[in-house]
Structures are given as structure tokens and as C-alpha cells.
């Protein structure tokens, strides 16, 4: 198949995507114009398709930014709760106001700190838990050379059933083609999510769909022997 990226994708599924909201609407606009990070269009309509299929209740997402894709998931899933890690002081800030100024941000708990870190802490009190208490999603969408680490701890506190969202896995296509001097400057990342890739390929026991739309994804499901 011939490489097609040279088509404006993103400028049509932009075009064309629905808000949740004008709140979010204005969120997006306002994270752009100030160069937040924060999840595509494309992803977002991808991450809509399945939490509407299926309708988690315990949402654990690692990487906040200023708070868009948690207020996404709390919009968009009225009685579901969110948890949310983030390390940058500044990130944190943000998301906090941004999460205090709107309803939806009662029901997201926002863990400050590193990420491994966090996720010890919620390893060592849900790793027993019952699986109600557990998580059914999770949105793995921080730094990129840590991804296997953040998948082994998240596994532990999911239920069998959960689905495992992993955002960027094509690197802005780098992982294919590595040219030029941003690519250099994001080696590490590279080498790291080849790696990952490779990792959740290998596992026999994780269902892995690796999709090419926005920056890519990987989304993974455990396969239960029943
Ligand atoms: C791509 S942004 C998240 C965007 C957000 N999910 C959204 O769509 O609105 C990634 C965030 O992860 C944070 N991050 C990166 N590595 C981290 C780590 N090890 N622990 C906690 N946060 C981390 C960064 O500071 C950054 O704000």
C-alpha cells in the first residue's frame, strides 16, 4: 500500500468533528492557541467510540496536561470517575482551575507526581482490591519512553475486562521513518517505543490493535481464559 500521509487528514476530520460542548469547544481552542498538549480530534472521536461501547466507570489516565481529555471523558460519561496523573507544577496548576470551574471536575481526582510513582501508590492499595474498585479504562498519554512501565503497573489495578488506551505510538510516523533533526532530538522515545510495540506484540495473553489514525494508538485488551 502506497504511504498517504501527504493527504490533509487531519484538516478533514477536523473540519468536520462535534464538540461535546462549547465548553469544550472553547478548552480546545484555548489549549491550541497556547500550544497545551492535548489529544487530536481524531483520537478523541476514537476514544468516544469506545467508552460508548463500553461505558467504563473507573477511568485511570496518566498524563493530564491542562485537563481536556479528563473533562472529555467526564462529559461524555456522566457517572463515571476519573483519575488523572500529572508531574509538571505548571500542567497542574491549570488542570486544577480548570477542573474546580466546572462540575464534571468533582469527579475527577487529580494525583500530582511522577507517574511511576502514582502508580505504585495505587498498585499497593487497589492491587488486592475487589474488581468494582478497580479500573475498566485506562488512557496512557505521558512521557513516551516509560510506556511498558506505566502498562505493568496499570494492568495490576484493572479489571479483566478493561480496555487500555496507549496515545502517540507512531511518534509523528518516526517510528517508521526517523529523519531529520526532531527526530534526533526524540531518540530515546523512538528506540523506546519500538520497544513497547515489540513488548505488547509479544504478550500472549493481551489482545493488541494497533491503530494508525492521529498519532496512533495501541488499544489492548486482556484475553481472559474463561
Ligand atoms: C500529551 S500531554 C497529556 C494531554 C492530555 N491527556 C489531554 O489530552 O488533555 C502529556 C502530559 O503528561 C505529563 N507527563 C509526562 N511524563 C509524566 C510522568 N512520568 N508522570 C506524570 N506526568 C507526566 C506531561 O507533563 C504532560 O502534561
Redesign the pocket.
Known amino acids: 500500500m502506497k504511504y498517504v500521509r501527504d493527504i490533509p487528514f487531519k484538516e478533514f476530520v477536523d473540519s468536520n468533528h462535534k464538540a461535546v460542548d462549547e465548553d469544550l469547544a472553547e478548552l480546545r481552542r484555548s489549549?491550541e492557541n497556547e500550544s497545551v498538549?492535548?489529544?487530536f480530534t481524531e483520537t478523541e472521536e476514537i476514544l468516544g467510540l469506545l467508552i460508548g461501547l463500553t461505558h467504563p466507570s473507573r477511568i485511570l489516565?496518566?498524563?493530564?496536561?491542562?485537563?481536556?481529555?479528563?473533562l472529555y471523558f467526564a462529559k461524555k460519561l456522566p457517572d463515571a470517575h476519573i483519575t488523572t496523573?500529572?508531574?509538571?507544577p505548571v500542567?497542574i496548576e491549570s488542570a486544577r482551575a480548570e477542573f474546580a470551574s466546572r462540575k464534571e471536575g468533582e469527579r475527577i481526582d487529580l494525583r500530582t507526581g511522577?507517574?511511576?510513582e502514582i502508580l505504585d501508590e495505587l498498585v499497593k492499595n487497589l492491587a488486592d482490591a475487589d474488581q468494582s474498585e478497580k479500573y475498566d479504562f485506562v488512557?496512557i498519554?505521558?512521557?513516551k519512553s516509560?510506556y511498558r512501565e506505566f502498562l505493568e503497573a496499570a494492568e495490576k489495578i484493572c479489571t479483566k475486562d478493561a480496555l487500555i488506551v496507549c496515545d502517540n505510538i507512531l511518534l509523528n510516523g518516526w517510528i517508521l521513518q526517523a529523519e531529520g533533526s526532531a527526530a534526533k532530538r526524540h531518540r530515546t522515545s523512538i528506540k523506546y517505543m519500538k520497544k513497547f510495540i515489540e513488548y505488547i506484540r509479544s504478550r500472549d495473553d493481551l489482545e493488541v490493535s494497533i491503530l494508525t489514525g492521529a498519532d496512533g494508538l495501541a488499544v489492548i485488551r486482556f484475553i481472559n481464559e474463561n
Do not use: C, K, Q, V
Not at 489516565?61 to 479528563?70: D, N, R
Not at 496523573?85 to 509538571?88: G, M
Open positions: 489549549n498538549p492535548l489529544i489516565e496518566i498524563g493530564t496536561a491542562h485537563g481536556y481529555s479528563s496523573i500529572e508531574r509538571n500542567m511522577d507517574a511511576i488512557f498519554d505521558a512521557a516509560h
